[in-house]
Antibody, heavy 120, light 107 residues
Framework: QVQLVESGGGVVQPGRSLRLSCTASGFTFSSNGMHWVRQAPGKGLEWVALISYDGRSKFYADSVKGRFTISRDNSKNTVYLQMNSLRGEDTAVYYC?????????????WGQGTLVTVSS | DIQMTQSPSSLSASVGDRVTITCRASQSISSYLNWYQQKPGKAPKLLIYGASSLQSGVPSRFSGSGSGTDFTLTISSLQPEDFATYYCQQSYSNPQTFGQGTKVEVK
């Protein structure tokens, strides 16, 4: 069965960096795009970033563009989110999700999330 | 960027009620509209993709409709396990965006 396991969350000071990881199993990782989606405490879902199956195409939300970088290592079945210049408003649970694109595109499997708290 | 607006933001309903949630896109997104359900402390779960296709394993009381800018999620007969927050999401163009969510609460 498909499993996505995020790691790397924690408490970090404003302006510092953190790297999240998401390790996948149960499907052909190198054939699927991967997303990061976040949810601030008590708030709704915010789409953060998408990377294509081969890592060549990357897309970002305006709120993180220039500060966050999505990448992947298909040999390790892992997608990463490098977060730099962190701000208080980046405090959230960060989910990775598998992308399925056929006639339609959607996020069909999600991890359980990892909490990032930006605070001094 | 495409903005997604859901209404209402919350609603109160009883078991057995028919519930309708709407989602409006700021520009046409064809049928590239997905619906997710989220329960407290849990990851979102895909319900509907392509505006009207039911994800495998999702009960048939859930249905979706619409195209262009206006979309609807309907729960035909609300069950106790359906009290949750529902989100629409457009996959028409990047950056992809979610609606702000609709919380379905017990009346």
């Amino acid at each position: 069965q498909v499993q996505l396991v995020e790691s790397g969350g924690g408490v970090v000071q404003p302006g510092r960096s953190l790297r999240l990881s998401c390790t996948a199993s149960g499907f052909t990782f190198s054939s699927n795009g991967m997303h990061w989606v976040r949810q601030a405490p008590g708030k709704g879902l915010e789409w953060v970033a998408l990377i294509s199956y081969d890592g060549r195409s990357k897309f970002y939300a305006d709120s993180v563009k220039g500060r966050f970088t999505i990448s992947r290592d298909n040999s390790k079945n892992t997608v990463y989110l490098q977060m730099n210049s962190l701000r208080g408003e980046d405090t959230a649970v960060y989910y990775c999700a598998k992308s399925f694109c056929g006639r339609d595109c959607y996020l069909d499997y999600w991890g359980q999330g990892t909490l990032v708290t930006v605070s001094s | 960027d495409i903005q997604m607006t859901q209404s209402p933001s919350s609603l109160s309903a009883s078991v057995g009620d028919r519930v309708t949630i709407t989602c409006r896109a700021s520009q046409s997104i064809s049928s590239y509209l997905n619906w997710y359900q989220q329960k407290p402390g849990k990851a979102p779960k895909l319900l509907i993709y392509g505006a009207s296709s039911l994800q495998s394993g999702v009960p048939s009381r859930f249905s979706g409709s619409g195209s262009g800018t206006d979309f609807t999620l309907t729960i035909s007969s609300l069950q106790p396990e359906d009290f949750a927050t529902y989100y629409c999401q457009q996959s028409y163009s990047n950056p992809q965006t979610f609606g702000q969510g609709t919380k379905v609460e017990v009346k």
